[in-house]
């Protein structure tokens, strides 16, 4: 049987934090899998504003660690995404294809996560 997509109110609570909108924006917007390293690299550029390589190496792992450690598990639980954790990867699944018009509209009035969000 295949899990139930998330609720409306389900959605609000993963975008909750923008690391997350920004992660479930680049998923929609690439539809593709991707690294933590490359979900890194989106989310400096879009929050941060900077370079990769001028942002200080504490910045880019805690980025890292925090994706690895708390966002993508959180996702995977959700339903949205497959994460293998040993080789960090993350994959978008039917669930997110399936709330995307709701997350959409989410991710419209944040402009660090508004599209084209790429990598």
């Known amino acids: 049987m295949g899990r139930e997509a998330p609720t409306f109110d389900d959605i609000l609570d993963l975008c909750a934090d923008g690391r997350r909108r920004i992660v479930l924006g680049v998923l929609v917007t690439q539809e593709r899998s991707l690294t933590i390293d490359d979900l890194t690299k989106t989310i400096v550029k879009h ?9 200080s190496g504490e910045t880019l792992a805690q980025i890292k660690a925090e994706l690895h450690h ?8 959700a339903g949205v995404i497959k994460y293998d954790r040993e080789r960090q990867f993350v994959e978008p699944t039917d669930q997110l294809a399936q709330v995307e018009a709701q997350l959409s509209e989410i991710l419209d009035v944040d402009p660090a996560a508004a599209p084209p969000l790429d990598l």
Request: glycine content about 0%.
């Open 47 to 55: 929050n941060h504003h900077e370079p990769l390589t001028e942002l």
């Open 70 to 77: 708390r966002h993508a598990p959180r996702l995977a639980d």
